[in-house]
């Protein structure tokens, strides 16, 4: 297995990771459940697509992702603190509405980015193609994007956004309006999901309208896997370990498909390793120490059999 | 400082409407500080609610320091208010470290920006500030807040509370979930705050000699009505023995299972 082969993973996982580190905001830090993200990430590739194709420049069209993702947070936030709506629910309707919408920015449901002009082949033409440029686009772009979080997070606002999620009638009798914290927060976080959308087209050199499905799936893996191995209790350790959870989540699919998983396992594998995350404290404590317990204690026995049967002594 | 003139409240509207408050007129002046005491559901938590903004009154008007604030909802009210709950979990938010807790509600008065919420100059006035505490917390800045004990919990919101000079210092029976001794220690870093700092306060309690030590003047409230309102010095005549009296003219013998009389044992 070449480093060629796996780096291309390695490229998807960064691309990924932006989307993941977005998802992190959401669930981790504004403990919201926001399902906006299945929507705002195509929204981002399909809106790239469909500027380039029209002749824009690759980087006024990443940019204009990043500024539909804004929107679309904003549309979840507002129908959960203006009309009430729970979050789950808010983020399905933003995501379902979002569906058509994508339609409509691509005018068909796949839109090919080949022989286009994106911000990778153009950084290929500025320092070289024979480099690795999708890899270290991705990786300045995801530190970027990480150190951006960091940053914000501990500005005075940002701390109040943390507050928010943690403790939302405290920082209320702090003065802090807890409802323009939601919207700030989730349109923050579905930018950086649009703005990974719009990567992974220009990537893959293609935009479709079905590339959202399980995209909060994927986030949520990226997530919790840098969570079991990183245990991180700072922020600059959070979204640390959300980069590395997503490189990781793309090379164990990447693995996967070795193994012989079809493509079209990939939704069933990534699920079951959210599963096997998630459960990994549960079935540390039920299986792996009961049967390490259920050794020893077998071992034990032995010995006392044996030690009985050598004392010629009755079991 | 706060005025508070014909107020009323009544929640669940219809059937089974509660009537909190009855026509609440108070009027307490800068560096009042009172102690309000009653049984369950007298109305005491809800006058500090509608004084915090935490919901608005049906009727009434509520001045702050000489402003209108009746529908001045809780976060903008936010910087005239330092308040304190029962629950040691409520006040603070306890994944964040302690410094970043005290950035929080130093950005009460003056606003939140894009500026670092902890840095070095903030975190030596924060060390100063907490080792007046005698706790020990000044060592542990960058500690969770979820780490701490109640007590200690309790003493922290106690400081970010009074930071910013607020007019109004609202404290929810906000040592009636810690030991006798925790109480006494946070009642009396309460007492230092508000000497320090000249505050204003409205204080629930449960203990009727806690209610008659404190302050300077004391209200009682029964079924949302201010039924005794008395200050210093007639207050200083009056015992625990006279407010029970009070309470069992007011209430009859439901009295007898009544939280206060075992609190005031």
Known sequence: ?315 | MLRMAGLYKTFNLGINSVCALKNINLHVKPQDFITIIGSNGAGKSTLLSIAAGVYPPDEGTIHIGGTDVTRLPEHLRASFVGRVFQNPLQGTAGSMTIEENLALAECRSKGRTLGIGVNRKKRERYKELLSLLGLGLEDRLSDPVGLLSGGQRQSLTLIMASMGQPKLLLLDEHTASLDPRTAEQVLELTQTIVREHRLTVLMVTHNLSHALEMGNRTIMLDKGEIILDICEPERGELTVDDLLGRFAQARGERLLDDRLLLASR
């Open chain 1, 1 to 315: 297995m070449s480093f060629n082969v796996i780096s291309g993973s390695i490229e998807q996982g960064l691309a990924f990771a932006i989307m993941a580190l977005g998802v992190y905001f959401t669930s981790r830090v504004l403990n919201f459940p926001d399902l906006t993200v299945d929507g705002s990430f195509p929204l981002g590739a399909a809106v790239t697509a469909a500027l380039i194709t029209r002749g824009c420049t690759p980087w006024f069209a990443t940019l204009m992702a990043l500024g539909a993702g804004l929107l679309a947070g904003a549309a979840t936030g507002l129908l959960n603190t203006k009309l009430r709506i729970s979050g789950m629910l808010a983020g399905i309707l933003t995501m379902t509405g979002l569906y058509s919408v994508n339609l409509r920015v691509m005018g068909r449901s796949n839109l090919p980015l080949l022989r286009q002009p994106t911000i990778l082949t153009r950084l290929a033409d500025h320092i070289g193609s024979d480099l690795r440029v999708a890899l270290i686009a991705f990786i300045v772009i995801g530190l970027a994007a990480k150190f951006f979080l960091d940053w914000f997070l501990h500005t005075e606002l940002g701390l109040a956004v943390r507050a928010t999620g943690d403790n939302p009638q405290m920082i209320r009798s702090q003065g802090v309006d807890t409802d323009s914290v939601k919207v700030l927060g989730l349109s923050m976080a579905n930018a950086l999901v649009a703005l990974s959308g719009s990567l992974v087209a220009q990537h893959q050199g293609f935009a479709d309208v079905g590339m959202g499905i399980g995209t909060i799936v994927i986030g949520l893996a990226s997530v919790i896997i840098g969570e079991v191995f990183f245990r991180p209790r700072t922020v600059f350790w959070a979204t640390a370990s959300v980069l590395f959870g997503s490189v990781l989540y793309r090379v164990t699919v990447f693995l996967a498909l070795r193994m012989g998983f079809a493509p079209t396992d990939l939704k069933i594998v990534t699920s079951a390793l959210v599963v096997l995350a998630l459960s990994a404290p549960v079935l540390k404590e039920n299986l792996v120490l009961p049967a390490v317990q259920g050794v020893r204690s077998l071992a034990g026995k032995r010995e006392a059999v044996r030690t009985s049967v050598k004392d010629g002594r009755p079991l």
